[in-house]
């Protein structure tokens, strides 16, 4: 079975630019989380989403979105780029959000973003 | 809200030594506890996690944690390390029960093993 599918890996952009980041799940998880993770402020959520719908999001301003596709697949948007925005976003899927497995992600190897 | 400390940024250990990395949470409800580990350049993965039952759990590359809860701990340990247990090692928790429910991660440790 193949395992959660970030592209790109790597991407250098420009402040004030756009990114978008691309996630597949594992086939039959529903559940996509993002996360970033940087040197100084660790690993921090930044949304779930569940059957197309955001069902949790984090502590990040609005320059930060996403969605989820029907096939699952979800995507997450950063506008207007910062310096501080440099980080590797790790993607991560499961069976389900809520539920007594809730904690057990599969991770995918990140997006590493660097904003010059 | 729940929170998860990791004592220890960087612990080096040589070959076939023990080692035991820290973790100590706080949170008012019950939680759900896990190890994660991140080799280089790569996401992160399960190494085993604590729901409820047998206060010792044991994961996978022969290493093992016991969940104290009077302690709030949940200190992940292996009796023996190769080479190929260098990574990053991160404590986890999420709330037990409830909506809206996300993994809070610790900062994060270290484990360099030595030849």
């Known amino acids: 079975k193949a395992g959660v599918t970030q592209t790109p890996r790597y991407l250098i952009k420009t402040r004030g630019q756009q990114v978008t980041l691309s996630c597949s799940p594992i086939?039959?998880?529903?559940?996509v989380s993002w996360y970033q993770q940087t040197p100084g402020q660790g690993l921090q959520f930044l949304f779930e989403y569940f059957s197309e719908t955001q069902r949790n999001k984090g502590n990040f301003p609005g320059r930060f979105s996403g969605r989820q596709f029907s096939n699952s697949r979800s995507e997450m948007n950063v506008s207007t780029l910062e310096l501080g925005d440099s980080a590797l976003y790790l993607c991560?899927?499961?069976?389900?959000?809520?539920?007594?497995?809730?904690?057990?992600?599969?991770f995918g190897e990140g997006s590493r973003l660097t904003v010059l | 809200a729940q929170s998860v400390t990791q004592l220890d940024s960087q612990v080096p250990v040589f070959e076939e030594a023990p080692v035991e990395l820290r973790c100590n949470y706080s949170s008012s409800v019950s939680v759900y506890l896990f190890w994660y580990v991140q080799y280089p350049n790569q996401g992160l993965q399960l190494l085993l996690k604590y729901l409820s039952g047998s206060t010792l759990v044991k994961g996978i590359n022969g290493f093992e944690a016991e969940f104290n809860k009077s302690q709030t701990s949940f200190h992940l340990r292996k009796p023996s390390v190769h080479i190929s247990d260098t990574a990053e090692y991160f404590c986890a928790v999420i709330r037990a029960s409830g909506s809206a429910r996300q993994l809070t991660f610790g900062s994060g440790t270290q484990l360099t093993v030595l030849p």
């Open positions: 991560a899927s499961s069976w389900t959000s809520g539920g007594p497995n809730t904690g057990e992600l599969f």
């Open positions: 086939s039959g998880h529903r559940s």
